[in-house]
């Protein structure tokens, strides 16, 4: 399931909620980001201030019920000419431990 947003909200696990369960969510260890040089940014005409940025981060988050997803973010341009980035791809729960 992929879904994009302008609106981020405090982080908690979607398939946990849709459960009805509780957990608690635990921050990325590391991230990853695009390495791409951004256009500079500029004041136009109407005085309206741009800055369109070329480079996305993506992290893997998890919680403490084993549910993981990742998240890939842009800011959008102040100006609102480029929209923002977020993405969230849920992926498959880890097989349960067969030792419990």
Not at 3 to 23: H, L, N
Not at 39 to 53: L, M, N, S, T
Not at 81 to 88: A, F, N, Q, R, S
Request: aromatic letters at 8%; hydrophobic letters at 25%; a negative charge.
């Amino acid at each position: 399931m992929s879904e994009t947003t302008d609106e981020i909200g405090p982080p908690r696990c979607e398939t946990c909620v849709s459960e009805g369960e509780r957990s608690k969510v635990y921050l990325p260890q590391y991230s990853i980001t695009t390495a791409m040089i951004d256009p500079p940014p500029y004041y136009d005409e109407e005085g309206r201030f741009h800055r369109h940025v070329a480079n996305t981060n993506t992290a893997e988050w998890t919680c403490s019920r084993g549910h993981r997803w990742t998240v890939r973010s842009r800011p959008a341009c102040p100006a609102g000419d480029v929209p923002g980035l977020h993405e969230v791809t849920f992926t498959a729960n880890p097989d349960p431990d067969p030792t419990q």
